[in-house]
């Protein structure tokens, strides 16, 4: 197993911030938001509000969610601009 460590910008759009591989195991995935607007995250058609509307990651917080092999996660954020930076740490077979 590799453990896995990326930074990435969340736009105001659904954001791709990483795939597992499909040989990883069900792993945690920790998401920190180093910015001071909160992201919600969830899957490709993630919103800040309305019947898609993610799991809230406030300004500062880190959340943790369980994926499998092959699953992507998404985030979005609350700014209206894509200035939010996210912090993604997990680990998995290569």
Not at 17 to 46: C, E, P
Not at 72 to 84: E, R, V
């Amino acid at each position: 197993m590799a453990i896995v460590h990326l930074n990435k910008q969340v736009a105001n759009t659904a954001t791709l911030l990483t795939t597992l591989l499909s040989s990883t195991k069900y792993t945690a995935v920790s998401v920190q938001n180093n910015d001071s607007a909160s992201i919600f995250v969830g899957d490709a058609t993630v919103t800040v509000s309305g019947a898609n509307k993610g799991h809230v990651v406030a300004a500062g917080a880190t959340y943790q969610v369980w994926l499998y092999g092959g699953d992507s996660l998404y985030a979005i954020s609350s700014a209206g601009t894509a200035a939010n930076a996210v912090s993604i740490l997990y680990s998995q077979v290569a």
